[in-house]
């Protein structure tokens, strides 16, 4: 497994498991799945995009005209699937292990494990 991924890496990542979406569909797909948290400026989306690309994780998928401007669409790459998926186990076991950890003091402070 390669190093902890930033969280907007991850959820840009995340946006495009399902489908490919253009830069704004990113955008709020993005904001919905943090809800709220995290907030994208296109400049900071595109640039993430462009060194996602050149790491073989997203590539452009097609673009179409809409109202006069260009969209272009982006996709997960099968090694962009991989690696979100290594990085979901990742923190889906550090979050079991802090779980654990805090269930004993729940238990003490009154609270369900």
């Known amino acids: ?3 902890a991924m930033q969280e907007p890496t991850f959820l840009i990542l995340t946006a495009l498991a399902e ?6 569909g990113i955008i709020g797909d993005v904001d919905r799945i943090s809800e709220g948290r995290v907030r994208l400026r296109a400049g900071t989306l595109y640039a993430a995009l462009d060194r996602l690309q050149s790491e073989g994780l ?3 998928d097609h673009e179409e005209v809409v109202d006069g ?3 272009r669409y982006y996709k ?3 090694a962009g699937a991989e690696r979100l998926a290594e990085e979901a186990e990742r923190m889906r076991v550090n979050a079991e292990t802090a779980a654990a950890r805090l269930a004993p003091r729940r238990r003490l402070a009154g609270g369900t494990a």
């Open 1 to 3: 497994m390669g190093k």
């Open 76 to 78: 997960l790459t099968g």
């Open 58 to 60: 997203v590539e452009a």
């Open 69 to 71: 401007r260009l969209r």
């Open 19 to 24: 489908r490919p979406q253009h830069g704004y």
